[in-house]
């Protein structure tokens, strides 16, 4: 059983930061992608970012230059710092940990940009 706790997400003002943190929990293949995707209302879920246990990333082209992710393998930890937030941000930001056909997913953190 693996479990994913995200923590870090509320309410920012625009141009601000915001660092989200996922702790994975329970057994996982060391060879894992760690990811953070997001939900906004009325589209669809969508990449993030994404991060391979080498730690080889890949960004949306909309966070590029702002969003940095990172991960801590000893501690199966997933990390998403957030700055020059817009409005367009704002969404449900969900974790997300795979390897091979298995993957999981976190319950989400809710990011909200005021403006």
């Known amino acids: 059983q693996v479990q994913l706790v995200e923590s870090g997400g509320g309410l920012v003002q625009a141009g601000g930061s915001l660092r989200l943190s996922c702790a994975a929990s329970g057994r996982i293949f060391k060879s894992n992608t760690m990811a953070w995707y997001r939900q906004a209302p009325g589209k669809q879920r969508e990449l993030v970012a994404g991060?391979?246990?080498?730690?080889?990333?890949n960004y949306a082209d909309s966070v590029k230059g702002r969003f940095t992710i990172s991960r801590d393998n000893a501690k199966n930890t997933v990390y998403l710092q957030m700055n020059s937030l817009k409005s367009e941000d704002t969404a449900v930001y969900y974790c997300?940990?795979?390897?091979?056909?298995?993957?999981?997913w976190g319950k989400g953190t809710l990011v909200t940009v005021s403006s």
């Open positions: 997300y940990v795979g390897a091979g056909a298995i993957y999981y």
């Open positions: 991060i391979s246990s080498g730690g080889s990333t």
